[in-house]
């Protein structure tokens, strides 16, 4: 059974600029949510797609967004760069569905380099 | 709002040896549940052990376990036997039932080093 993927592995951007990052689900999956992580941070939650709408979002600036398509994969974009973007980007699934206690699976995540 | 707390950056064990890394939390909510992630350097968050709040039963995973003290709003994992693969940051979260929310509070976790 595949795992979460996520691409790109590592990305290097400039300030000002925007970056998508991608993220395939399990098979079977309807929920993605993303964190952000930093030495500073911590992991942070950043919003939860379920079938193809956001069910809930963190506190970030509107510069993040994300989105879902109907095979479940979803995409996040942070737009005008920033240096305090740098961080690894995890993606999770999970069934999505109320209650349940199977936890998330993860992904390896994208390590981010705003230079 | 949930938090949660890891109050030991780093911890070390001999191989063999048993650790326990501390969790708290603090929660109006009666209904959550709590995980353990580990995330080895290869950077992928691993699911180790899930406890539901509901169940006063400590949850078991072969070498892991937990000691989940509701009242004192508690959650420590016990590492059994360590191995050298078990070196790792240690990760506690948590997560509301309420709202149907699918989201996890992270602390801020415990690197275990493992020494042989």
């Known amino acids: 059974k595949a795992g979460v993927t996520q691409t790109p592995r590592y990305l290097i951007k400039t300030r000002g600029q925007q970056v998508t990052l991608s993220c395939s689900p399990i098979?079977?999956?309807?929920?993605v949510s993303w964190y952000q992580q930093t030495p500073g941070q911590g992991l942070q939650f950043l919003f939860e797609y379920f079938s193809e709408t956001q069910r809930n979002k963190g506190n970030f600036p509107g510069r993040f967004s994300g989105r879902q398509f109907s095979n479940s994969r979803s995409e996040m974009n942070v737009s005008t760069l920033e240096l305090g973007d740098s961080a690894l980007y995890l993606c999770a699934s999970s069934r999505g569905q109320t209650g349940e206690s199977y936890g998330y699976t993860f992904g390896s995540g994208t390590r981010l380099t705003v230079v | 709002a949930q938090t949660v707390t890891q109050s030991q950056p780093e911890m070390s064990v001999q191989e063999a040896e048993t650790v326990t890394l501390s969790c708290t939390y603090d929660t109006s909510e009666s209904d959550y549940y709590l995980f353990w992630y580990k995330q080895p350097p290869s950077r992928q968050m691993i699911l180790v052990i899930r406890?539901?709040?509901?169940?006063?039963q400590n949850a078991t995973e072969n070498r892991f376990s937990v000691n989940f003290q509701k009242a004192a709003k508690s959650f420590s994992l016990k590492i059994s036997d360590s191995q050298l693969g078990d070196a790792a940051m240690y990760f506690c979260?948590?997560?509301?039932?309420?709202?149907?929310?699918?989201?996890?509070?992270f602390g801020a976790g415990t690197r275990l080093a493992v020494h042989p």
């Open positions: 979260a948590y997560r509301s039932l309420s709202g149907g929310y699918n989201k996890l509070i």
């Open positions: 406890q539901e709040a509901y169940k006063q």
């Open positions: 098979s079977g999956h309807r929920s």
